[in-house]
């Protein structure tokens, strides 16, 4: 069964570095996400990618963050200088785009831990 | 705006008796609802959604939810639980009006005890 794949699995960085959190959403799909989730607690929206471009953003992707899909295959989420409140697992996630109520498929998630 | 709440942080199930998570929406069109399942240091696996049509839908592993819209609810119940199904789950919901993003729950903890 087709599957969402992050990388890494778990990066430990310390604050004011620059971190590239990559995924490689399932191949027919054409909507892209990316979630966090701090400390097993809520999951929060980031972003969502559709067409090369940025379709719906939330308050917290400022401007420290960005994503881009630069193959084809790859999609990834960039952070330019890491604050110690972006340690979080953050997943990525595709969908059909069936319209939209398609359900997102989830990858395993990469832990980011900002010291 | 849409939101999610799910009123019960934890919940806690003897094996074999029916399980019941509870979900109610905000959104301002009609809603999608889905229910998803986190096992301990994984991602998020999709277990139903409503989209349309008959108000109970069956999803994974036993697993089945009832879209109520007069009382805007989406409880995610099963028959008879297993310890297996100990997790978190987090009920979300989008509208229909073109928005993609999926608004999640804070989740709830079901413990199920043998």
């Known amino acids: 069964e087709p599957e969402v794949t992050q990388t890494p699995s778990h990066q430990v960085t310390q604050m004011g570095q620059e971190v590239i959190l990559r995924c490689v959403p399932i191949?027919?799909?054409?909507?892209f996400y990316w979630y966090r989730q701090i400390l097993g607690q809520k999951v929060e929206f980031l972003v969502s990618?559709?067409?090369?471009?940025?379709?719906?953003k939330s308050e917290i992707f400022d401007d420290q963050f960005s994503v881009e899909r630069p193959d084809g295959s790859n999609f990834t989420l960039k952070i330019r200088s890491t604050k110690l409140e972006d340690s979080a697992m953050y997943f990525c996630a595709s969908s059909r785009g069936t319209g939209n109520a398609g359900e997102l498929f989830f990858g395993e998630g990469s832990r980011l831990t900002v010291l | 705006a849409q939101s999610v709440a799910q009123p019960e942080d934890q919940v806690n199930v003897a094996e074999g008796n029916p399980l019941t998570v509870k979900c109610t929406y905000s959104v301002s069109g009609n809603p999608y609802l889905f229910w998803y399942v986190q096992y301990p240091n994984r991602g998020l696996q999709f277990l139903l959604k409503y989209i349309t049509g008959d108000n109970l839908v069956k999803g994974s592993y036993g697993f089945e939810a009832e879209f109520n819209k007069s009382q805007t609810s989406f409880h995610l119940k099963k028959p008879s639980a297993l310890v297996s199904d100990s997790a978190l789950y987090f009920c979300?919901?989008?509208?229909?009006?073109?928005?993609?993003?999926?608004?999640f729950g804070t989740g709830t903890r079901l413990t199920i005890i043998p």
């Open positions: 979300a919901v989008r509208d229909n009006g073109g928005n993609e993003k999926l608004t």
């Open positions: 990618f559709y067409n090369n471009e940025i379709s719906e």
């Open positions: 191949s027919n799909h054409l909507y």
